[in-house]
């Protein structure tokens, strides 16, 4: 059984800026699937000008120690990165809206 953890997922926009997002008492597993999830909706959500990206949650590119992930979505005129790591991983942390 994997380790329950907190992970904070970081989402940045080419044209939007950047949005966190916290999600408590998750297994790794659990955490990619949510980013996945997030990733599949925002290529569904302009599926006619997207270009290439994450298509499968195998995908996801392991960071730090392989404690956190990465994804993305590329569209002909925007661009948007997806990465999670686990809250205790990272050295600065105030808040953001959980999941």
């Known amino acids: 059984m994997d380790n329950l953890t907190d992970y904070l997922i970081v989402i940045s926009h080419s044209e939007d800026g950047i949005v966190t997002r916290k999600i408590t ?4 597993e659990n955490a990619q699937n949510v980013v996945f999830k997030i990733i599949s909706e925002d290529r569904n959500n302009d599926i006619k ?3 290439i990206g994450t298509k499968d949650v195998y995908d996801l590119d392991y960071v730090g ?3 956190g992930f990465e994804g993305y979505n590329s569209f002909f005129e925007y661009h948007i990165n997806y990465a999670a790591y686990p809250i205790k991983d990272i050295k600065e942390y105030n808040s953001c809206r959980t999941l």
């Open 49 to 51: 000008h997207f270009d």
């Open 65 to 67: 120690d392989n404690n």
């Open 25 to 28: 008492n998750s297994t790794r």
